[in-house]
């Protein structure tokens, strides 16, 4: 299994440095040559599968050049930090499947891939006896899941920007009280913004981001999309065995185009997924492309699910690869278009493709407590509001008998504000948020400037 690049110079990476290489060193991202393709009695007897087992047997399809025997002991490891012996249970509520994908460290989906990265990131440096500084910026989620993916690895040091202030109370301390010597909370005195800026200036300064052997961990990382398959074909496992059904929706809260690009992948393989619901935020660029083309950069809005709060999907260009049949010509022409005009249109012909693969909603504030409150009311069930986005998207748009996988991408008691407005109650805290308060913290408060952040990482860099 070799990877190459969607905009067409870089090609015939193995799976580990495509790992390394994070993003194709000519901008663009890294795909595998070409996509395996399960049969309908493979995807069967994965239902009997352990959700472990059933990783192996999905990553090993992709994974060329790792020994059986330590991919599997990777898997292992990865999972054993989940907290349910399911890793990614399946509930059944009030005619919706819910795919719960909070049972890691920091209670949100991104754990999922980051457990796994970080591992893998470990045994890899091992092997080639080089060392990593991680630096990312991080509006809330994915710092902490990064954090966590390698608190305490050998030869990885982490260095993570958040806005002072201006993350949710639990989302900072969940990165702050992780005080492992090879964690480092930079706490900047300005905004998300400033943060990735900075971030991007450092990565830029190619003679520093050689020297201290700079890393990164966002989503555009192959290994991240490819961990999130897995779960795609785990629910398909458990609502096939309990309902007999031959086909499935999925309803995927969105802002990256990470996690549903993922469901894509399932889907090529040969998982018999009837449509893929994209559901955002009023952060609407994909529902509004998958609706009627209109791939066209807005203003950030802040909603009640902030780790949708984007614009610009980095993960969207590789569904554009296979939207443009694999030609990384019009890939590169498009790519410059969106740099050059921030939008991109499509005929007649592209958005049948999309229709086929593809519905989509938007979601608005009012709407998402909304459908808390209906959902709790029935259930007894409390959603996050990331969540909450997708269930009103699955609800509206799956059709039949078909049975709908609602992704639920964080806990509730991660949300906590949205919960309380919507019903009046502060979800149940899990035990590892339980006196998180009390625990000891690191983080260095910090002006919201490259040069002070650079000499930061220089002297703390491994
Ligand atoms: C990151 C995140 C999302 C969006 O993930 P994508 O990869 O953009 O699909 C949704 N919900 C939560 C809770 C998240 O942390």
Redesign the pocket.
Same mark, same amino acid.
Request: negative net charge.
């Given at each position: 299994m070799y990877y190459q690049s969607t905009r067409g110079k870089i090609r015939g990476l193995s799976f580990k440095d495509a790992v390394m290489m994070g993003l194709a060193d000519d901008g663009g991202l890294l795909l595998p040559e070409s996509i395996p393709t399960l049969s309908p009695g493979d995807i069967a007897a994965f239902s009997k599968l352990a959700y472990p087992e059933l990783a192996f047997q999905i990553l090993s399809r992709f994974v060329g050049d790792i020994p059986s025997a330590d991919l599997k002991a990777l898997i292992d490891r990865s999972y054993q930090s989940f907290s349910h012996p399911e890793i990614t249970p399946v509930e059944h509520k009030d005619g919706v499947y819910i795919l719960e994908l =909070?049972h890691g460290p920091t209670l949100?989906?991104?754990d999922v891939a980051l457990q796994f990265l970080g591992n893998l990131f470990e045994y890899l440096l091992r092997e080639r006896g080089e060392k990593m500084n991680i630096l990312g910026a991080t509006s809330?989620?994915?710092g902490s899941?990064a954090i966590y993916g390698v608190r305490g690895k050998e030869n990885i040091n982490i260095f993570i920007l958040h806005p002072h202030g201006k993350v949710s109370p639990i989302q900072e301390l969940q990165m702050t009280t992780v005080v492992d010597p090879n964690v480092f909370n930079l706490a900047i005195k300005g905004t998300f913004d400033d943060g990735q800026r900075i971030v991007k200036e450092a990565f830029g300064d190619l003679e520093f981001k050689e020297k201290h052997a700079l890393g990164a961990v966002n $989503?555009i990382n192959w290994a991240r999309v490819l961990a999130?398959v897995v779960y795609y074909f785990y629910a398909f496992g458990r609502v096939s065995l309990q309902t007999g059904c031959r086909e499935i929706y999925f309803s995927?809260?969105?802002?990256?185009?990470?996690?549903?690009?993922a469901g894509y992948v399932a889907k090529r393989m040969g998982l018999p997924i009837k449509k893929l619901i994209l559901a955002t935020n009023e952060n609407n660029i994909l529902s509004r492309f998958v609706r009627n083309g209109d791939y066209s950069i807005d203003k950030v809005v802040q909603t009640h $699910?902030p $780790?949708?709060d984007?614009q610009l999907?980095s993960?969207f260009e590789r569904y554009l690869y296979y939207l443009f049949n694999q030609d990384s010509e019009r890939i590169v022409e498009a790519m410059a278009l969106l740099q050059k005009t921030g939008k991109l249109s499509f005929g007649s012909e592209d958005m049948d493709r999309v229709a086929e693969d593809f519905l989509a909603l938007s979601v608005d504030d009012a709407q998402t407590l909304q459908t808390i409150r209906d959902f709790h009311a029935s259930t007894g069930y409390i959603l996050?509001p990331?969540?909450a986005v997708g269930v009103k998207a699955g609800r509206e748009l799956a059709g039949g008998e078909v049975p709908v996988v609602c992704l639920a991408?964080?806990h509730p008691a991660? =949300?906590s504000d949205a919960v309380r407005k919507a019903i009046g109650l502060e979800p149940q805290r899990p035990s590892s948020l339980e006196g998180i308060e009390n625990k000891e913290k690191r983080c260095v408060v910090i002006d919201a400037d490259t040069r002070r952040v650079k000499e930061f990482v220089q002297n703390n860099a491994i």
């Amino acid at each position: 299994m070799y990877y190459q690049s969607t905009r067409g110079k870089i090609r015939g990476l193995s799976f580990k440095d495509a790992v390394m290489m994070g993003l194709a060193d000519d901008g663009g991202l890294l795909l595998p040559e070409s996509i395996p393709t399960l049969s309908p009695g493979d995807i069967a007897a994965f239902s009997k599968l352990a959700y472990p087992e059933l990783a192996f047997q999905i990553l090993s399809r992709f994974v060329g050049d790792i020994p059986s025997a330590d991919l599997k002991a990777l898997i292992d490891r990865s999972y054993q930090s989940f907290s349910h012996p399911e890793i990614t249970p399946v509930e059944h509520k009030d005619g919706v499947y819910i795919l719960e994908l =909070f049972h890691g460290p920091t209670l949100a989906f991104k754990d999922v891939a980051l457990q796994f990265l970080g591992n893998l990131f470990e045994y890899l440096l091992r092997e080639r006896g080089e060392k990593m500084n991680i630096l990312g910026a991080t509006s809330g989620d994915t710092g902490s899941a990064a954090i966590y993916g390698v608190r305490g690895k050998e030869n990885i040091n982490i260095f993570i920007l958040h806005p002072h202030g201006k993350v949710s109370p639990i989302q900072e301390l969940q990165m702050t009280t992780v005080v492992d010597p090879n964690v480092f909370n930079l706490a900047i005195k300005g905004t998300f913004d400033d943060g990735q800026r900075i971030v991007k200036e450092a990565f830029g300064d190619l003679e520093f981001k050689e020297k201290h052997a700079l890393g990164a961990v966002n $989503s555009i990382n192959w290994a991240r999309v490819l961990a999130q398959v897995v779960y795609y074909f785990y629910a398909f496992g458990r609502v096939s065995l309990q309902t007999g059904c031959r086909e499935i929706y999925f309803s995927v809260p969105t802002g990256n185009f990470g996690d549903i690009f993922a469901g894509y992948v399932a889907k090529r393989m040969g998982l018999p997924i009837k449509k893929l619901i994209l559901a955002t935020n009023e952060n609407n660029i994909l529902s509004r492309f998958v609706r009627n083309g209109d791939y066209s950069i807005d203003k950030v809005v802040q909603t009640h $699910s902030p $780790s949708m709060d984007i614009q610009l999907a980095s993960n969207f260009e590789r569904y554009l690869y296979y939207l443009f049949n694999q030609d990384s010509e019009r890939i590169v022409e498009a790519m410059a278009l969106l740099q050059k005009t921030g939008k991109l249109s499509f005929g007649s012909e592209d958005m049948d493709r999309v229709a086929e693969d593809f519905l989509a909603l938007s979601v608005d504030d009012a709407q998402t407590l909304q459908t808390i409150r209906d959902f709790h009311a029935s259930t007894g069930y409390i959603l996050d509001p990331h969540t909450a986005v997708g269930v009103k998207a699955g609800r509206e748009l799956a059709g039949g008998e078909v049975p709908v996988v609602c992704l639920a991408t964080a806990h509730p008691a991660k =949300f906590s504000d949205a919960v309380r407005k919507a019903i009046g109650l502060e979800p149940q805290r899990p035990s590892s948020l339980e006196g998180i308060e009390n625990k000891e913290k690191r983080c260095v408060v910090i002006d919201a400037d490259t040069r002070r952040v650079k000499e930061f990482v220089q002297n703390n860099a491994i």
